[in-house]
């Protein structure tokens, strides 16, 4: 069965410092997609990025940067120098490659950025 | 602007009363879905559909129900049988590529709430 975890619940940093998300996940199949998706307190979730189970090279979009593992199957997110405007929840999710491309979303982590 | 748009963003209801949450989108996608979010969990799949006049149950689908007679359009009723509707509604598309995943784009949600 697939499954994604979570396991912080809530974290909060002062402003500038860094802090990474993590995320672990179960799957028996070799193909899949992994996500992250940001929520902010409006509610509508914001795409973040994609990864396909292929692809472990890690990347980096502005000051956000994602760590893949096949190896410890994790998917962490790094924020670098967080600011106010990161403060969200924060969504792991894990797709089969094909079929009903189902999501399985973890618990979500709830980033508070302190002025 | 392309994008996906839910109404009403909060509503009210009655025990005992159905209710229909709109969800429509103009992404052209194939695929939509609906997730339920209750507070502190991840999202949970209500339904899904691929294809006009076709859909699938998702993971919680006992109490709800769906059409999509239109490609653009894809309505949740909430029923009276639904035990605990309280909680917030999210409704997403996105393409369908044979062996890719793409990412679902979300709207901002209905908050529903049962008097």
């Known amino acids: 069965a697939q499954k994604v975890t979570q396991a912080q619940t809530e974290i909060s940093v002062v402003e500038k410092e860094d802090v990474t998300l993590d995320c672990v996940y179960e799957?028996?199949?070799?193909?899949?997609?992994l996500f992250w998706y940001k929520q902010p307190p409006s509610g509508e979730l914001v795409f973040l990025i994609r990864r396909n189970s292929f692809d472990e090279q890690n990347e980096i979009s502005g000051r956000y940067s994602w760590n893949f593992q096949k190896s410890t199957s994790s998917f962490n997110f790094t924020i670098t120098a967080s600011q106010v405007v990161d403060s969200a929840v924060y969504f792991c999710?894990?797709?089969?490659?094909?079929?009903?491309?189902?999501?399985?979303f973890g618990t979500g982590t709830r980033l508070k950025v302190l002025a | 602007d392309g994008g996906i748009t839910q109404s009403p963003k909060y509503l009210f209801r009655k025990e005992g009363q159905n209710v229909t949450l709109s969800c429509e989108q103009n992404?052209?996608?194939?695929?939509m879905y609906w997730y339920r979010q209750d507070p502190g969990q991840g999202l949970r799949l209500i339904y899904y559909?691929?294809?006009?006049?076709?859909?699938q149950k998702g993971d919680i689908a006992e109490g709800y129900s769906v059409s999509r007679e239109k490609k653009e359009s894809f309505p949740l009723t909430v029923t009276s049988a639904q035990k605990n509707p309280t909680a917030f509604y999210l409704c997403?598309?996105?393409?369908?590529?044979?062996?890719?995943?793409?990412?679902?784009?979300f709207g901002p949600g209905t908050r529903l709430t049962v008097l």
């Open positions: 997403a598309s996105s393409e369908l590529r044979g062996q890719v995943t793409d990412e679902q784009f």
């Open positions: 799957t028996r199949d070799t193909t899949y997609y």
């Open positions: 992404l052209n996608h194939d695929a």
């Open positions: 999710a894990l797709s089969e490659a094909w079929g009903t491309y189902k999501y399985i």
């Open positions: 559909s691929q294809i006009v006049n076709d859909f």
